[in-house]
């Protein structure tokens, strides 16, 4: 079991950046592949960002690439995505979530076990 917790959501203007965390309570955290996802108003879920249990890969949206940045530090227990130049098309509620096996298929939200509660992020025009 882990639970999850995002912080670091608000209100930006366009163009400008945003870091969210995600705090992840117990011993495993390690073992885990990590990713995070949003949800726009009246839209499915989709995926935004993942990263390995050893964090040496990185899978990231078409979306997004180029902008934000997703890492991980085990020894804290944290991963972090670190979103700049942002578009108010990535207002939304942004998810962490956290996956058992982590192998292929990162964007499926099927495949992750465990979600926080979520942090809204609101770009301006």
């Known amino acids: 079991q882990v639970q999850l917790v995002e912080s670091g959501g608000g209100l930006v203007q366009a163009g400008g950046s945003l870091t969210l965390s995600c705090a992840a309570s117990g011993r495993t955290f390690s073992s885990y592949g990590m990713g995070w996802f949003r949800q726009a108003p009246g839209k499915e879920r989709e995926f935004v960002a993942a990263i390995s249990n050893s964090g040496a890969n990185t899978y990231y949206a078409d979306s997004v690439k180029g902008r934000f940045s997703i890492s991980r530090d085990n020894a804290k227990n944290t991963v972090v995505l670190q979103m700049n130049s942002l578009k108010p098309e990535d207002t939304a509620v942004y998810y962490c979530?956290?996956?058992?096996?982590?192998?292929?298929?990162?964007?499926?939200?099927?495949?992750?076990?465990?979600w926080g509660q979520g942090t809204q992020v609101t770009v301006s025009s």
């Open positions: 979530a956290a996956r058992n096996f982590p192998l292929g298929l990162w964007s499926w939200t099927t495949k992750y076990d465990y």
